[in-house]
């Protein structure tokens, strides 16, 4: 049976200005699960993430971790934040200190762990990420792939349990995204569970099973990435774009071709278009 990691129970938040940012969300996520949060500029996806490490007390509803509700004593806070580790989308937000090592030290070293302990976390989580070689190096002279991946290495050197990340891939060049989501199926292979925010459907096709859909507020829509990348209809009220295969599989039904629209990864669609040429 699939444990319960994280709940959202009629989770609404309004800004101090009066901005209704999340509606009634509702969502759970499983003990190792490759969640992936989707929705457009706005909807939401930052201030949810930053209620899942209880940085954000909801204005209404409440959060539950391994099946124990969220509470905002300091105490409990600090549990909270040793299970969620949570990188931010801007590096620049989360890297501060002079050297790559010391950055990567900062969150253990608060954990109240001795020296030698942090330095094994230090070294393994860069190992983890392929950073080590850069660890004397000041974090604002690596690139953003880089920058990106020394911001992961902090959180695993905090060994948590469930990492969030808010548009983990947004900005990298195409090896830095798959670097990205190397790292991240490594840690998921390990038991991690891994929930990503992103409008990018290509990306998110190679990496989560499962997707919530986050549209002004509301959580559009839940399921497998099968059920929601085909759903074109559901895509253009959440404002993505369908993945291409999705693409390709409706402009041939709409030529007259039978083919199965639910299918999206590119093995499975040449498949169908080979079963069209057979018959
Ligand atoms: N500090 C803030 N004060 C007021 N409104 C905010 C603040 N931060 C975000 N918002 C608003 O809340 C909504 C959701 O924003 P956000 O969570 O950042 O969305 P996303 O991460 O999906 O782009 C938007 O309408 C945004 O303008
Ligand atoms: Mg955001």
Redesign the pocket.
Known sequence: MNESHLSVKNLSYT????????KNVNMEIFKGEKVAIM????????????HFNGLTEPTSGYLELDGKKMEYDKKTLLEIRQKVGIVF?DPNDQLFAPTVKEDVAFGPMNLGLDYEEVEKRVNEALELVGMKKFKDKTPHHLSGGQQKRVAIAGIIAMRPEIMIL??PTAGLDPQGVDQVLTILNNLNKDGMSIVI?S?DIEMVNGFAEKIFV?Y??ELLARGDKHEIFSNKELLKKAHLKAPITTEILYKLKEKGFDVDTTKINIDEVIDEIMKIKKS
């Open positions: 800004y101090p200005d009066g901005t209704r940012a999340l929705g457009p500029n706005g909807a939401g996806k930052s201030t949810l993430f930053s989308q808010d548009e925010s409008h986050l002004e507020g």
